[in-house]
Nanobody, 125 residues
Framework: QVQLVESGGGLVQAGGSLTLSCAASGRTFAGYDMGWFRQAPGKEREFVAAISASGGSTYYADSVKGRFTISRDNAKNTVYLQMNSLNSEDTAVYYC??????????????????WGQGTQVTVSS
């Protein structure tokens, strides 16, 4: 079992930045591919970014490419999502997820085994 807890969400003005964190506990964090997803009101949960277990490969949705950066610190059992140039379309609940050997299906929700509770990000225009 892996427990995931997100933090760092909040209210930010358009054009601003936020960094989300996801702390993992339980089984070996370093062995899991990690992903960030988000869900806006009335919409399906969508892929945002993912990072391989080693941290050597990253993947992004087209909508966030160039603005968001995913990273991980395996010594701290934490994955991060740095979000810059935020706009109103980024408003959503953000979830982190862990999966065993997710590659190459980083964008598929059902490839992930564990999910956090989510953290709200609201971008005001």
């Amino acid at each position: 079992q892996v427990q995931l807890v997100e933090s760092g969400g909040g209210l930010v003005q358009a054009g601003g930045s936020l960094t989300l964190s996801c702390a993992a506990s339980g089984r070996t964090f370093a062995g899991y591919d990690m992903g960030w997803f988000r869900q806006a009101p009335g919409k399906e949960r969508e892929f945002v970014a993912a990072i391989s277990a080693s941290g050597g490969s990253t993947y992004y949705a087209d909508s966030v490419k160039g603005r968001f950066t995913i990273s991980r610190d395996n010594a701290k059992n934490t994955v991060y999502l740095q979000m810059n140039s935020l706009n109103s379309e980024d408003t959503a609940v953000y979830y982190c997820a862990a999966g065993d050997r997710v590659y190459p299906s980083f964008g598929r929700r059902n490839e992930y085994d564990y999910w956090g509770q989510g953290t709200q990000v609201t971008v005001s225009s």
